[in-house]
């Protein structure tokens, strides 16, 4: 079984950064599609970034953080990162991590969520 922690979450005043870490047990983390969504109050989770398996780091990114968001990993360390900048009030969300695999656009792992907020 795969278990995912998110950690790194807090309050930010608009402009500042934070860097979100999610580390994944289990040695199946560096085969995996690795993802951060975000859900905010009476809203869908919406997808942030993916980043393919360590043979390939492919990047994806939702317009909204282009720019501003960067996903990397380290698959010695089991460990993905949101690295997230010139933040605004409109990212204000809990973040979850997933895993899905690299053929699949199903998420099969989440983790717990780790609460982002932006504000003066």
């Known amino acids: 079984q795969v278990q995912l922690v998110e950690s790194g979450g807090g309050l930010v005043q608009p402009g500042g950064s934070l860097r979100l870490s999610c580390v994944a047990s289990?040695?199946?983390?560096?085969?995996?599609?690795m993802g951060w969504y975000r859900q905010a109050p009476g809203k869908q989770r919406d997808l942030v970034a993916t980043?393919?398996?360590?043979?390939?780091?492919?990047?994806t990114y939702a317009d909204s953080v282009k720019g501003r968001f960067t996903i990397s990993r380290d698959n010695a360390k089991n460990t993905v990162y949101l690295q997230m900048n010139s933040l605004k009030p409109e990212d204000t969300a809990v973040y979850y991590c997933?895993?899905?695999?690299?053929?699949?656009?199903?998420?099969?792992?989440w983790g717990q969520g780790t609460q982002v907020t932006v504000s003066s």
């Open positions: 289990g040695s199946i983390f560096r085969t995996k599609t």
């Open positions: 980043i393919t398996s360590m043979a390939t780091s492919i990047t």
């Open positions: 997933s895993a899905r695999d690299p053929w699949s656009v199903t998420v099969g792992y």
